[in-house]
């Protein structure tokens, strides 16, 4: 019984079939489920000797670093493990954002990816309070009250959340309870993910759904993982030896005192983007709507963006003279039949291609600008800016459905053969 449960758990890695051309950019899913593996196991030792006490919990981690052996070492792989975690998960959404691997009928993969990604914040906020530093403290006090925005049960949610009148004791108890049961139901959900992948298959840079031209997975791509892996490890690892505090903020090595607040108050860094867009606006609940916003926005994307499998279809000439023209499908067949030597016949995807990435990689920057604007203080030029990026970040999902959308790419064939004729 066990054996043959090991040997389909092994069938369904090694003999998956995949695209035949894949970049190394498809490798972020697997670096992603290494650190989270990692995490758990380091945390579990770290939790073997972690008070969650508002009286202990600073000094136990001191205790940790310093009278645990290679406790400094735990601890520094679980605090880096994270970040290097939420890099490999953003470089994994921006390649599925940049290839729009999000579309049907790979729907179900990005709606769990998107509840794994929404459990991986509240999992690393959870953890961010645990050491009980300065910074701890107060970005817990903050974040929480945001739920004092919530009409009629908001004060109730946030007393709950507290378990007292202010961040205590109880809080803290609660926010390690629920850091480690979140992190077991994320590599629950990753199960489902990586199911909901293999049922469908992996996407590819040319956004075909060919059948014909496959690959297994081993042992072609699983050597591909290892050396991809052999080297983010490797980075990781000099970061633990030589830059170990370089990814957290100093104000978290002094204990926590609710009664000096710290002059300017910030998250991780991998929480500065939406800590930018909450700060964007001067009004408190406007502030949450945009935050909670812009990651639920996140699931509407296969259902704004047309499947990948019509892009593909055919309906798009090009002449010999360069003029471009939409065709619908009696004409295409008519231009296939004919077998015309002096047309090209382009493919919707590779068409709407072209003018998306220049407005995905004004994303990309958009998103790094945020993560800067996140952590300035708030004042002008910095709230200004951060309220033109957040604009921006809702915008360019909807320009690039119109873009993949019939209407958008009859526009932009309007526009390039006005030019063209210029």
């Not at 050396?227 to 490797?234: E, G």
């Not at 609710?258 to 606006?281: C, G, K, N, Q």
């Amino acid at each position: 019984m066990i054996s043959r449960l090991l040997n389909s758990i092994l069938n369904f890695f090694m003999k998956y079939p995949t695209s035949g051309n894949l970049s190394y950019m498809w490798n972020f899913g697997v670096s992603s489920l290494f650190f989270l593996i990692l995490q758990i196991v380091t945390g579990l030792f770290l939790s073997m000797h972690y008070i969650p006490s508002e009286a202990d919990a600073f000094n136990s981690v001191e205790s940790i670093m310093r009278d645990i052996n290679y406790g400094w070492l735990f601890r520094y792989l679980h605090s880096n493990g994270a970040s290097f975690f939420f890099i490999s998960v953003y470089l994994h959404v921006f390649r599925s954002i940049c290839y729009l691997s999000f579309t049907k009928p790979r729907h179900l993969v990005w709606h769990s990816g998107v509840i794994l990604f929404i459990l991986m914040i509240i999992t690393a906020f959870t953890g961010y309070v645990l050491p009980w530093g300065q910074m701890s403290f107060w970005a817990a006090t903050v974040i929480t009250n945001l739920f004092s925005v919530i009409p009629i049960f908001g004060n109730l949610i946030v007393f709950w959340l507290w378990g007292d009148y202010a961040v205590s004791t109880i809080t803290l108890n609660k926010f390690y309870t629920l850091h480690f049961v979140l992190a077991i139901l994320i590599l629950i959900i990753s199960c489902f993910h990586m199911f909901f992948l293999h049922k469908k298959g992996s996407s590819n840079k040319l956004g075909l759904n060919f059948y014909l031209d496959k690959a297994m997975f081993h042992p072609f791509y699983i050597f591909k993982d290892i050396n991809f892996l052999t080297i983010i490890i490797l980075i990781f690892l000099l970061i633990i030896g030589f830059f170990p505090n370089i990814l957290s903020h100093p104000d978290n090595y002094i204990p926590a005192d609710p009664l000096s607040t710290p002059a300017h108050i910030v998250p991780e860094w991998y929480f500065l983007p939406f800590y930018a867009m909450l700060r964007s606006v001067p009004n408190k609940e406007l502030g949450v709507i945009i935050l909670v916003a812009s990651i639920f926005q996140l699931f509407l994307l296969p259902h704004i963006y047309p499947s990948r499998d019509v892009l593909n279809n055919k309906n798009i000439l090009k002449d010999e003279s360069g003029q471009l023209k939409f065709l619908n499908k009696e004409e295409m067949i008519t231009i296939e039949v004919t077998e015309n030597k002096n047309v090209e016949v382009l493919t919707r995807w590779g068409f709407g291609c072209k003018s998306y990435l220049i407005f995905y990689w004004m994303f990309v920057v958009n998103c790094i600008f945020l993560g800067i604007l996140g952590s300035k203080s708030l004042e002008y030029p910095y709230v200004t800016f951060s309220l033109i990026c957040t604009i921006f970040y809702f915008l360019f999902f909807y320009i690039g459905a119109f873009i993949f959308s019939e209407t958008g790419q009859r526009i932009i064939i309007f526009i390039l053969n006005k030019l063209k004729k210029k």
